[in-house]
């Protein structure tokens, strides 16, 4: 059966959508979303955005389904295991990949059923808005949410440039401990403060 693209107003305001009830914590900066997804997080290196995207990832795959998360600026490599070891994550339905192309993201989705892909960072995978659309349409029955990390140092300018920030339903700058987050799903923008910068000397605590 054909999908419907038309709809009465009366139709719509019926219209039933199957949503990702996220607990406080998140549901403060991002809404309560639909299970298709899409969410940009940037900001510039040690800003706090891929520890956020981790224990982000961690929830998810504990809450909703198994995860994904595609590691292309770090790999596999140490910083990667220290950072899961430092913030205890210990999901059993989430996947750490060492620099998988697109076909092969794709390929782990269509074999595991995977309901979250995380993507750190698109600019190293050289991911482009053609391959977003493509995840989009070829697992549009998955409810898949896609969540991309990339560096940015002002807010609304991340470094992959206007096309996936202006496809995301959840834009979230970090800087300086904080996070700004823009949401489809929130009457307006929200701030919150992550943690709280120390010194040069001594690495920051994240999510006290």
Known sequence: MAKRRIFSIDA??????????????????????ERILTVIMYGESGS??????????????NA????FYNSHEEGANKTIQDRVNNFDINAKRLWI????SFEEMCDHIQRTYCKLIVIDSVKYMNFTIAQLKELRERFAKRHLTIVMVDFGSSKGSPASGKDLIHASDVKMYF????VHSISRYLDKPIEKQLFTPQSIKKQPTLFD
């Open 175 to 178: 800087k300086d401990g904080r």
């Open 48 to 61: 706090g955005k891929s520890v956020f995207a981790l224990k982000f990832a961690e929830y998810f795959a």
């Open 97 to 100: 990949a060492d620099c998988y």
């Open 12 to 33: 719509l305001k019926k219209k039933k959508y199957q949503s990702l009830e996220l607990d406080p914590y998140y549901a403060e900066l991002m809404g309560i979303p």
């Open 64 to 67: 909703f389904g198994k995860g």
